[in-house]
């Protein structure tokens, strides 16, 4: 075996401070800077990133291309990868238009809820050359009980849909009466559910919800709401016209959790990606059922770490600590095993097929 073929390799993350963020990044091994600072509060690690450029609400304007930690390709980045290895990577799968990862691979912290925004949907994509689809799915790693600004308790959810029957003209009285949390359906966040957001559902995190996130790697956004009464914060900009147009109006699907039958433990299944869930302890476990034959994100997100390995020695393997994440490339998926110790939980994300790939933004 060529020491630079394709392996897995495990990924540095990209910290993100947010006015709405956190520190319960320590949780996942995320080195957060020190308490009090300036950018003390975390709200995003983005843990996979392949992008060219990022809005300057969302990653703050810069390219954004994760480096790689571990294997040949160390110290590189995931575009080095994608270049080097080509299909042997991502499968049947195409890069972005700009020759990027097609996956954004993020955690997220919040603290406090995040702002109520939505993505293009299709027929405004379509319509409008400059705005990009993005599907995301939040897979919920924690949820807690939060205060907002004047001591008012909340409960974590989900916001994720317009509540039924409320007409447009109603929903925009309400947001413009600061009434937005009233007009949306607010889902009880629950710990190992899956939520599936396609592009044109109107959505916010809520406060007290720390979720692993798998994305088309997308940045377009218009914001609706921004909870700045209800947490004192300064003003943003809102989109509310454009966001207008997109919002599907129809209720947003359901939480998904991986069903005991289900051997694959399928918790998010879009034309773009598709999200297993993979527990185990103190064992083998072969991803060739997950992902034979396609390129694969693995976030390690429980228990005591874990490897990636090489079922027949092939290639070299990659240890994992809680919170780490990897890529499995398509070439090896079939002979890569996890060797999870106590307790392990991994979020496994493979790549959707070409045919069906999205046209992202890069």
Not at 41 to 49: F, R, T, V
Not at 163 to 171: K, Q, S, Y
Not at 286 to 305: E, K, Q
Request: contains cysteine.
């Amino acid at each position: 075996c060529m020491s630079n073929a394709p392996a897995p390799f495990v990924l540095s993350p990209i910290l993100k401070p947010k006015v709405w963020g956190g520190r319960r990044l320590a949780r996942f091994a995320k080195a957060l800077p020190p308490e009090g600072g300036p950018d003390a509060m975390i709200g995003e690690s983005w843990e996979l990133a392949d992008l060219d450029s990022t809005s300057a609400g969302g990653g703050g304007g810069e390219a954004a291309h994760s480096t790689i930690a571990t294997g040949a390709l160390a110290g590189q980045t995931i575009r080095d990868a994608v270049r080097a290895w080509g299909g042997d990577l991502l499968g049947a799968a195409s890069p972005t238009a700009s020759g990027g990862f097609p996956l954004l691979v993020k955690y997220l912290d919040a603290r406090e809820h995040l702002s109520v925004q939505v993505h293009p949907s299709p027929a405004y994509a379509a319509a409008h050359a400059d705005a990009h689809l993005k599907t995301e799915s939040w897979y919920v790693l924690a949820a807690e009980a939060s205060v907002l600004a004047d001591g008012t308790p909340l409960e974590p959810v989900l916001y994720k849909g317009v509540r039924e029957g409320l007409t447009p003209d109603v929903f925009a009285s309400l947001v413009a009466e600061g009434r937005a949390g009233e007009a949306m359906v607010a889902e009880p966040a629950v710990p190992g559910t899956c939520h599936t957001l396609p592009s044109g559902t109107l959505h916010a995190l809520g406060a007290g919800v720390l979720v692993a996130e798998v994305q088309t790697p997308s940045d377009t956004t218009f914001r609706v709401y921004d909870w700045q009464r209800e947490y004192a914060r300064p003003d943003r900009e809102l989109h509310l016209e454009r966001a207008m147009r997109c919002i599907e109006w129809g209720a947003a699907p359901g939480g998904l959790s991986a069903r005991a039958e289900d051997a694959r433990g399928v918790v998010a299944a879009t034309p773009f990606y598709e999200l297993c869930e993979l527990r185990g302890h103190c064992e083998e476990k072969a991803l060739a059922p997950i992902a034979a034959g396609r390129c694969a994100v693995l976030m390690l997100v429980g228990g005591m770490g874990a490897e990636l390995a090489s079922a027949s020695g092939a290639f070299e393997g990659a240890s994992m600590g809680v919170g780490a994440t990897a890529v499995v490339p398509a070439s090896c998926a079939s002979d890569t095993v996890l060797r999870a110790g106590p307790g392990t939980v991994a979020l496994v994300a493979m790549l959707g097929d070409s045919t069906r790939a999205p046209a992202a933004a890069g």
